[in-house]
């Protein structure tokens, strides 16, 4: 849970494709579940530091995420049946 005004930074995998034990994700399939969410992405990079540090090698992504102020939870639809 993320309260409103609240905000997280997510390491995740930025490609598609599965590699090892890894799920499918992307930094826009991330970024668009974070947005169903009522979340707002604030911004997303590989590197910081003028590029001395960075991520690249693995191909994954940081996502700074925030809650804005006055919002609740919201529920992502789900399908019938689906739980």
Sequence with gaps: MLRPGGVATVHHAGRRE???RR???SALLFANLAR???LEVERQFDS???GR???KNF???ITVLRRPLGAGF???DRA???G
Excluded: C, F, N, T
Aim: charged share 40%; net charge positive; hydrophobic share 20%.
């Design 80 to 82: 019938p049946g689906g």
């Design 53 to 55: 540090h960075d991520v």
């Design 48 to 50: 910081w530091g003028r």
């Design 36 to 38: 169903e969410r009522g």
């Design 18 to 20: 599965r590699r090892a």
């Design 74 to 76: 919201r529920r992502p």
């Design 59 to 61: 191909g994954d992504v």
């Design 23 to 25: 799920g499918p994700m």
